[in-house]
Structure formats: C-alpha cells, structure tokens
C-alpha cells in the first residue's frame, strides 16, 4: 500500500468517521483536505491540529453541502491546497428526518436525498475528471448496514427502525451508483467503492443509541479506527465495485486493526469497543 503524496477531499471530516479517517490517510502521507459545513469550523480546525501534531499534512475548507450552488465549487477549492485530488470520501450525511415512510413529507425527502446522494454524485463527477487524466483515482462512499431490511425482531423500537427507511434508501441508491460507475470506469485506474460499519460505529452523532445498544448487543458496536482501517485498506488496495462492511473486509484481508497512527496495533476483526477505556471518537 502506497499512499504517501496522494492528495484526500475527506468530507465530514469535523468528527467521528470521517476525522478518522483522515486522520488515519495522514498518517500513510496523504494530504488531506478535510471538509464539513461553516457549522463545524473549530470542528475541523480539530480534525487538522490532530494531523498536523501527528507530522501530516491538512487544510480545511467549508462548504454546507446542502447548497447546490456552494458544493459545485468544493474539488476545485479543496484542490487549491495541495493540488489535484486523487482521492475522494463521501463521508458527510445526515438524517433530518426519522419521518415514517408512509408520511415523509416532500421538502424531508429532498435534502435527505440531497445531502446523502446528490452531493457526493456531484463531488465524484467534480473529482473524476483528473482522476482519469492521471490514471489514477479513489473514490469511497460512506453507506449504512441500513440498506437492507433488518432482521425481526427489529433491534430496536419498530418506529425507529421504520423512520430511517428513507435514510437507508438514499445509501442504498448510493451503493448502486457507486457499483455502476465502478463498472463505468472499468480500466481506468479509478476504483470505487462502498463501506458501512458492520452495525454500529461508535461516533458522536451515534453515541446514544451505541451505549443503548451496546448495553445488550456489545458486538454491534465499534469503534472508529475499524472504519478508518477499511477505509485504508479499500483506498490503499486494488479493491473496485464493492460494497462491504468494516468488519468482514478486515477479516476477509486477515487485516490487524491500528490506532488512527497507522502503526500500533489494537486489534483485529473480532474487536470491540471498550466503553470504559478512553473514549476516541
Ligand atoms: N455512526 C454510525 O453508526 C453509522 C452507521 C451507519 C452509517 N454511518 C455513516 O457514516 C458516515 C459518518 O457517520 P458519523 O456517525 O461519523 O456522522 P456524524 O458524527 O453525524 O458526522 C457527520 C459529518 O457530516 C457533516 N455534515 C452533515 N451535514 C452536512 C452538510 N449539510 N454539509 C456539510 N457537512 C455536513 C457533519 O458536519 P456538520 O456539523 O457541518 O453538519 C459531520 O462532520 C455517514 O455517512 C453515516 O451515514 C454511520
């Protein structure tokens, strides 16, 4: 795996998943544009001070991904810091609404879709151009275990379940565009792919329902340095058109899991989150 002097847009890189995983391309030598909306600015001057005290390279740049007008902009100005980008994570997305699907109203379903299919499609077809100039390219896109129906008994209250229905369709619509256009560019040196956490990664936007859930179900959980491995492993390898989750790529690559330093090990597959011990999201 060599990624030392590739360039990173990683959005949704103010916390959880996605400063993981820049944090973790930074210590391979990627230079990492991190990327959230002017919201979470001290959230990303975070993400960079914790890279750059690491000996890596970052910049941040704010764009609210739900302006159409803002993030037709992003790749260019991300491309700005350290030149052009080779690779990209589609890390940002959010559920506005746990409307039940029987009633989720129109205006919900747009920005839903907006922010979690639009937007990264937008970033690709942005991103692709020099990609394919240079042969070379990464994209990775964040999706959900959601996309498919959960198993009954539901894990939770059936109104939860059922109100992240439209969440789970806008990452399913995102794992079949990203196999497609992994088929598209077949030959390219671009690759795409797909990655979810198994269940549950342990992250701020998630942290109530993973200590819920982890209560009972400690294996649902895990933490994000599991994400961030994936996410390396798919960026760094020759994988194309996959859509996996964290746990099974490790144990499929018979992978060790590292710190967000890319160097000690912690773990493997099989590792959970230890709630108790200092808490890393
Ligand atoms: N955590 C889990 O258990 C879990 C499970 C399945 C899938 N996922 C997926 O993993 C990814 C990251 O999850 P996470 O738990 O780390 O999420 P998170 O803690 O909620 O963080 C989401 C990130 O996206 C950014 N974002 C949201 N709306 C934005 C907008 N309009 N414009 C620009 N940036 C925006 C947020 O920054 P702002 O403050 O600017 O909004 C934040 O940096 C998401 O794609 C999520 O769907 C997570």
């Known amino acids: 795996m060599e990624l030392s002097g590739r360039v990173a847009l990683v959005t949704g890189?103010?916390?959880?998943?996605g400063r993981a995983i820049a944090r973790r391309l930074a210590a391979h030598g990627v230079a990492v544009i991190v990327t959230a909306s002017p919201r979470s600015v001290e959230g990303l001057q975070e993400t960079c001070a914790l890279i750059r005290a690491a000996g890596g390279r970052a910049a941040l740049v704010t764009t609210d991904l739900l302006?159409?007008?803002a993030r037709t902009h992003l790749v260019a100005k991300a491309a700005a810091a350290f030149g052009p980008i080779d690779i990209?994570?589609?890390?940002?997305?959010?559920?506005p609404t746990y409307a039940l699907p029987s009633r989720v109203e129109l205006a919900?379903?747009?920005?839903?879709?907006?922010l979690n299919l639009q937007a990264p499609i937008d970033l690709t077809q942005q991103a692709l151009p020099s990609m394919r100039d240079r042969r070379w390219g990464r994209v990775l896109n964040i999706s959900s275990d959601t996309v498919q129906q959960p198993e009954?008994?539901?894990?939770g209250a059936a109104k939860l379940v059922h109100g992240l229905t439209l969440y789970a369709a806008s990452k399913s619509a995102l794992e079949r565009f990203s196999l497609g256009l992994a088929g598209e560019l077949h030959g390219s040196?671009?690759?795409?792919?797909?990655?979810?956490?198994?269940?549950?990664?342990?992250?701020?936007g998630a942290a109530t329902v993973a200590r819920q859930i982890g209560a009972t179900r400690p294996e649902w959980i895990e933490?994000?340095?599991m994400m961030a491995e994936a996410a390396t492993l798919l960026i760094g390898g020759n994988y194309n058109g996959l859509a996996v989750k964290s746990r099974e790529l490790l144990q499929q690559a018979q992978a060790p899991l590292h710190a967000l330093d890319g160097k000690t090990v912690i773990g493997d597959a099989m590792s959970l989150v230890n709630f108790d011990a200092n808490d890393t999201r």
Do not use: M
């Open 13 to 17: 890189a103010s916390r959880g998943i």
């Open 152 to 155: 009954i008994p539901y894990p």
């Open 67 to 69: 302006e159409v007008s």
């Open 189 to 204: 040196g671009v690759h795409v792919n797909c990655l979810a956490p198994t269940r549950i990664a342990y992250t701020e």
């Open 223 to 225: 933490s994000v340095e």
């Open 88 to 95: 990209l994570v589609n890390n940002a997305a959010g559920i």
């Open 108 to 114: 919900a379903r747009q920005s839903l879709f907006d």
